[in-house]
T-cell receptor, first 110, second 112 residues
């Protein structure tokens, strides 16, 4: 069973627009992480947000966490064609491992 | 640093054949993981290790075995390959439970 579920499954935007994707989870977590995967490549870590944090920024990325709603969002501002990728959330539910959602496929059109 | 490397990058097996996938990391990480990725399903954990000499089952361990004889290496074995094991396999490592994971480039396996 999957702990995290990203929404939407696919998103298509124009270059320069903002992209928002969401992740919902079911049980209490220690932290939540976002990863990016370019086609045919391995996953690359973007941001880790701990359960006692509400918001984190990294460059054009902004992640929020609402533990009361068991949800997180990833905002990419001023998107570029190079942001085209799949984005995954991964939750650590105090176990020895992370659980990944099925991902959001983002297409940024020039 | 090479980070996390995986060998081989591609492989085609016939049903019933066996093979071993090698994962190596040069970051002195304690934790290592094997995942499989199938279309539309994200990553599913096969086995993981929390240190040299230890292994544990993940979400989908059936049909796979693993070994962690050296801290830097994590091997994934398929004793008798089945078409259902056609997938892309990723290895990852992390220094501790609550840290980011570093992924290898993946191994694309096809079982015919």
């Amino acid at each position: 069973s999957q702990q995290g579920e990203e929404d939407p499954q696919a998103l298509s935007i124009q270059e320069g627009e903002n992209a928002t994707m969401n992740c919902s989870y079911k049980t209490s977590i220690n932290n939540l992480q976002w990863y990016r995967q370019n086609s045919g490549r391995g996953l690359v870590h973007l941001i880790l947000i701990r359960s006692n944090e509400r918001e984190k920024h990294s460059g054009r990325l902004r992640v929020t966490l609402d533990t009361s709603k068991k949800s997180s969002s990833l905002l990419i501002t001023a998107s570029r064609a190079a942001d085209t990728a799949s984005y995954f959330c991964a939750t650590d539910n105090y176990g020895q491992n992370f659980v990944f959602g099925p991902g959001t496929r983002l297409s940024v059109l020039p | 640093n090479a980070g996390v490397t995986q060998t081989p990058k591609f492989r085609v097996l016939k049903t019933g054949q066996s093979m071993t996938l090698l994962c190596a990391q040069d970051m002195n990480h304690e934790y290592m993981y094997w995942y499989r990725q199938d279309p539309g399903m994200g990553l599913r954990l096969i086995h993981y290790s929390v240190g040299e000499g230890t292994t544990a089952k993940g979400e989908v361990p059936d049909g796979y075995n693993v070994s962690r004889l050296k801290k830097q290496n994590f091997l994934l074995g398929l004793e008798s390959a089945a078409p259902s094991q056609t997938s892309v396999y990723f290895c990852a490592s992390t220094p501790g439970r609550f840290h980011e994971q570093y992924f290898g480039p993946g191994t694309r396996l096809t079982v015919t």
